[in-house]
Nanobody, 131 residues
Framework: QVRLVESGGDSVQAGGSLRLSCAAS????????MGWFRQAPGKGREAVAV???????VYANSVKGRFSISKDNAKNTLYLQMDSLKSEDTAMYYC?????????????????????????WGPGTQVTVSS
């Protein structure tokens, strides 16, 4: 089992930047498809960006050109660089090992709902953007 812990969340002004990190430990060989998700109060959890084992990335339309997902395999760490932040980016951000929904990384349509029980999730890190 992979264990994930996010860090880097903070309160920033609109237009600012943050870099989130997700440290993985345990059975990291299962990390074929990794992703960042977010959940704002009263809303469902939505995918932000994913990265496959081949390094291919896919982004939500709302963050294209502003966010960048990357990973350091040697450090077992996933990153999310967030630039030009907007108030609507305010949410709890989670990283996930999408072992149950590899289709996120296969270039087609994303699943309508991320599986909370099949995939592996970190506890989350809060990002607050003030305008």
């Amino acid at each position: 089992q992979v264990r994930l812990v996010e860090s880097g969340g903070d309160s920033v002004q609109a237009g600012g930047s943050l870099r989130l990190s997700c440290a993985a430990s345990g059975y990291t060989y299962s990390m074929q498809c990794m992703g960042w998700f977010r959940q704002a109060p009263g809303k469902g959890r939505e995918a932000v960006a994913v990265i496959g084992s081949d390094g291919r990335t896919v982004y939500a339309n709302s963050v294209k050109g502003r966010f960048s997902i990357s990973k350091d395999n040697a450090k077992n760490t996933l990153y999310l660089q967030m630039d030009s932040l907007k108030s609507e980016d305010t949410a709890m951000y989670y990283c996930a090992n999408l072992i149950y929904q590899l289709s996120y990384c296969q270039g087609g349509y994303w699943p309508a709902t991320p599986s909370r029980t099949g995939n592996v999730w970190g506890p989350g890190t809060q990002v607050t953007v003030s305008s």
